[in-house]
């Protein structure tokens, strides 16, 4: 079934002053939008694709013909990474995690503060626009990544926890 573009859980001037309600509807009501549309266009003719988590074809996809690779790639990749993005901001949310994702961070960073530090800095390296990332890897660990344009780290064979547009500004 075609994809849908998700509703947020919030409005758009929910977050602000860290992100206005502008920034908010062209990310989510105008990009967003658009991957939806052109993954759904790509996959247009292929039902048994169609019928496969998003994940699934981002993951591998080798498996995805040729001819549309590049279009599921790009579009596919950008409708993923927006919606995690969405999912993990909420307005008065946020702080430091607790339990077992804190203690991963512990050992992979040495705590939240050089965490948030390290992962500022790969967001700030970003040329152009792209995506930074924190991803478990298959043996558990946590990394900090960029990615350019929509490529997304489940392309990769990792897992997306956090991740941050990163868009260039005028
Ligand atoms: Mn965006």
């Given at each position: 079934?075609?994809l849908?573009?998700?509703?947020?859980?919030?409005?758009y001037d929910?977050l602000?002053?860290?992100?206005?309600?502008?920034t908010?509807?062209?990310?989510?009501g105008k990009h967003?939008a658009?991957y939806?549309?052109k993954t759904?266009?790509a996959?247009?003719?292929?039902p048994d694709?169609q019928e496969?988590p998003?994940?699934?074809?981002l993951a591998?996809?080798?498996?995805?013909?040729e001819?549309?690779?590049?279009a599921?790639?790009?579009?596919?990749?950008g409708v993923?990474?927006?919606?995690?993005?969405?999912?993990?901001m909420?307005p008065d949310?946020?702080?430091?995690p607790q339990?077992a994702?804190?203690?991963?961070i512990?050992a992979?960073?040495g705590g939240?503060?050089?965490?948030?530090?390290?992962?500022s800095?790969?967001a700030g390296?970003?040329?152009g626009?792209?995506w930074?990332w924190?991803?478990?890897?298959?043996?558990?660990?946590?990394?900090?990544l960029t990615?350019?344009n929509q490529?997304?780290?489940?392309s990769?064979?990792?897992?997306?926890?956090?991740?941050?547009d990163v868009w260039e500004?005028?």
């Open positions: 079934m075609p849908e573009l998700p509703k947020l859980d919030y409005p929910a602000e002053p860290y992100i206005d309600a502008r908010m509807e062209i990310h989510h967003h658009g939806v549309a759904n266009a996959l247009e003719g292929y694709l496969k998003l994940e699934t074809l591998d996809l080798n498996q995805v013909p001819a549309i690779r590049t599921v790639c790009n579009n596919g990749g993923a990474n927006h919606s995690l993005f969405w999912k993990i909420a949310a946020g702080g430091a339990g994702l804190a203690d991963a512990q992979a960073f939240f503060d050089s965490f948030r530090e390290s992962f800095s790969a390296g970003v040329f626009s792209g930074a924190l991803v478990k890897d298959s043996s558990g660990g946590l990394q900090i990615t350019p490529d997304t780290p489940l990769q064979g990792l897992t997306p926890i956090l991740n941050l500004h005028a």
